[in-house]
């Protein structure tokens, strides 16, 4: 059973940045695709920037392209989400979630993962 927990929303002006961290409880097989989320009231969730564990590749929504950067720690067993140039339309709840190795083509749908932490609110204000 793979936990996650994410940390590192919070409040920030258009233009600032912000960093949120899952903590991945172990890898396995069931943590090969680490991938953040988002969503906001009356939407579908939305996939936003992915890794793969094994190499560290990674995949972005074209939203985010440039301003977001996926990375991780595996001696902290910790993956992040770098956030610059924040817009309002960046505001939501972020989720992380784990799951099977899946390929690049289905790596951002919610569809595929069966862990997800918590989730950590980010507010962006113009």
């Known amino acids: 059973q793979v936990q996650l927990v994410e940390s590192g929303g919070g409040s920030v002006q258009a233009g600032g940045s912000l960093r949120l961290s899952c903590a991945v409880s172990?890898?396995?097989?069931?943590?090969?695709?680490i991938v953040w989320f988002r969503q906001t009231p009356g939407k579908e969730r939305e996939g936003v920037a992915g890794?793969?564990?094994?190499?560290?590749?990674?995949y972005y929504v074209d939203s985010v392209k440039g301003r977001f950067t996926i990375y991780q720690d595996k001696g902290n067993n910790t993956v992040y989400l770098q956030m610059n140039s924040l817009k309002p339309e960046d505001t939501a709840i972020y989720y992380c979630?784990?799951?099977?190795?899946?390929?690049?083509?289905?790596?951002?749908?919610?569809?595929?993962?069966?862990?997800w932490g918590q989730g950590t609110q980010v507010t962006v204000s113009s």
């Open positions: 172990e890898y396995t097989q069931s943590s090969r695709c």
């Open positions: 979630a784990a799951g099977t190795w899946v390929p690049p083509d289905r790596l951002l749908s919610p569809n595929e993962y069966g862990y």
């Open positions: 890794i793969y564990v094994v190499g560290g590749l990674a």
